[in-house]
């Protein structure tokens, strides 16, 4: 199995999916390796003993869609892992890519291809895109859409909302497997003092969104819903942990400072999975109002600690923990946020009885066994 991801870089979502998945697939005795542009030292350590190979010219890990001339940056980096797929290629049985533009360097390989599609590709996250970055995502929509039903013999999505995505632009069906989530992990309860006291939380009542700061991940949303409740639920802060990405982050905070909130809000920037944990653990109510995409994983980490969640209709997870009544999904924060501090004991109980159900159904296992039968699809040569 060769396993295309653009970055191994920051321990997000897709790099867990990578993780997880090769994990599973060496223990069952799949040869694995992942193609990368770019991996970090915290994610080397965290995939001790796979096979990862990165191109001999160094690529730094950088956003492709903010302006014109950095969205044409990314022709470079598929031209490096379209090398590097081509080199490989001929030793594996089954290509699998995940995030763009893993999906276009398997153009004309005549090799099975599975798509692990997080996101259907958008080419830029600017809210005012001039005319030029307009022009290019047409094309490259178009350029998208010729690649994918040309090259790709199965695409997988995580959920409901991804399916009719790839449905509206390739008119395809896709296979949805629910990510897994690491329950043994996110479950346990460590380091929490000792982060209360590193962000100065003690007797607050905590609201937290764990993210990367962009557009798609919308702390914006957050930061009106604190605002706004500031004076009615008392102590309140809310914890913003993720990396930075500008010039959304340098708004935000400019924002902030203009509302007088500094004080209240905290930003942590990129940490670790044991910070992002004792987080969980520690805060209150966990958010996610998520505009398209991203974030998959987050809310069912939260759910893992036993902590409420509030998610925004638009997030890719949110018809799940719908079905499930496993959260709260509603595009007003502020009247749910209220509605939970109100009766904030009868919703600690549905966190609680949301983990359990969390533990038996969103497993990394239960996601490698149904892979595993989309491979086997892919290689019997069944028709897209």
């Not at 295309?4 to 223990?27: C, D, F, H, P, W």
């Not at 896709?174 to 690491?182: A, K, P, Q, W």
Request: glycine content about 6%; overall charge positive.
């Amino acid at each position: 199995m060769l396993i295309i991801n653009r970055y191994m870089s920051v321990y997000g979502g897709a790099e867990t999916l990578v993780k997880e998945a090769v994990s599973r697939l060496n223990a069952l005795g799949v040869t694995t390796r992942i193609l990368t542009l770019n991996i970090s030292e915290e994610v080397k350590k965290l995939c001790l003993g796979m096979d990862i190979v990165i191109p001999e010219e160094d690529f730094a890990y950088t956003f492709r869609s903010q302006s014109f001339w950095q969205s044409l940056g990314i022709v470079k980096e598929i031209q490096a892992l379209r090398r590097l797929v081509k080199k490989h290629s001929p030793e594996f049985d089954v290509i699998n890519a995940h995030n763009f533009p893993a999906s276009w360097v398997v153009r004309g390989l005549r090799k099975p291809v599975v798509w692990m599609c997080n996101e259907v590709p958008n080419f830029y996250n600017n809210p005012k895109p001039s005319l030029a970055i307009r022009l290019l995502r047409n094309v490259g929509i178009s350029f998208d859409k010729h690649i994918v039903n040309r090259d790709i013999g199965f695409i997988c999505v995580a959920d409901e909302y991804n399916a009719k995505k790839v449905k509206q632009r390739y008119r395809r069906e896709s296979e949805i497997i629910h990510y897994g989530v690491e329950y043994d992990f996110f479950s346990q309860n460590a380091g929490k003092e000792e982060t209360i006291q590193k962000y100065n939380l003690k007797n607050n009542f905590v609201l937290l969104q764990v993210g990367m700061l962009s557009p798609e991940k919308n702390q914006l949303k957050s930061i009106r819903a604190f605002e706004a409740l500031k004076g009615v639920i008392p102590n309140l802060k809310l914890v913003l942990a993720g990396r930075p990405q500008n010039p959304y982050a340098e708004m935000l905070k400019r924002y902030i400072a203009g509302k007088g909130l500094s004080s209240d809000i905290v930003f942590t920037g990129h940490i670790s999975k044991q910070e992002v944990r004792a987080l969980y653990h520690l805060c209150n109510i966990a958010l996610f109002p998520v505009k398209t995409q991203g974030g998959w994983l987050a809310p069912f980490e939260a759910l893992c600690a036993g902590k409420p969640i509030v998610t925004s209709t638009t997030m890719g997870a949110a018809s799940l923990i719908k079905r499930q009544n496993i959260g709260t999904v509603n595009d007003d924060f502020i009247a749910s946020l209220r509605g939970i501090y109100n009766e904030y004991n009868t919703y600690l109980t549905m966190a609680e009885q949301a983990r359990a159900w969390v533990k038996e159904n969103i497993t990394w296992e239960l996601f490698t066994k149904k892979m595993i039968k989309v491979f086997e699809k892919t290689l019997e040569g069944m028709p897209k």
